[in-house]
């Protein structure tokens, strides 16, 4: 499938608290990481789309889950999003050595994560 989800994201109000429930919800293994200005914690589920979990960073917005999608040329799918009607939220940023994201919302009103590899 030609630009599959590969990674999901739970930007919260309140990070212990969803890490304690999702921690007994699901068989996840959560691990702490550093990341400029906070922590970040991967979601590990074994096999499928695994994610992570972070203090959500627009103050005043509700918990919410954001996906992303895989690209080719993070700057190609950041700029054509925008040319089809897109809001660029965050521009292409690159993410501790791994990769670049970028997060639009589309004409709907609903977010999605762009993620380009790093390799």
């Not at 699901?26 to 590990?44: H, N």
């Not at 789309?49 to 190609?76: E, N």
């Not at 089809?84 to 970028?102: F, P, R």
């Amino acid at each position: 499938m030609a630009n599959p989800f590969v990674h999901v994201e739970l930007n919260t109000t309140d990070v212990p608290a969803a890490k304690a429930f999702y921690g007994k919800l699901f068989d996840w293994q959560l691990e702490d990481v550093p990341m400029p200005g906070g922590q970040y914690t991967l979601i590990k589920v074994g096999e499928g789309t695994g994610g992570g979990l972070m203090k959500h960073p627009v103050p005043g917005a509700p918990s919410a889950w954001l996906a992303y999608v895989i690209v080719d040329d993070i700057d190609a799918a950041t700029k054509k999003a925008k040319s089809l009607g897109a809001t660029v939220m965050k521009d292409v940023t690159e993410v501790m050595g791994m990769g670049w994201l970028s997060i639009i919302i589309d004409p709907t009103g609903a977010a999605l994560g762009l993620w380009k590899t790093k390799g």
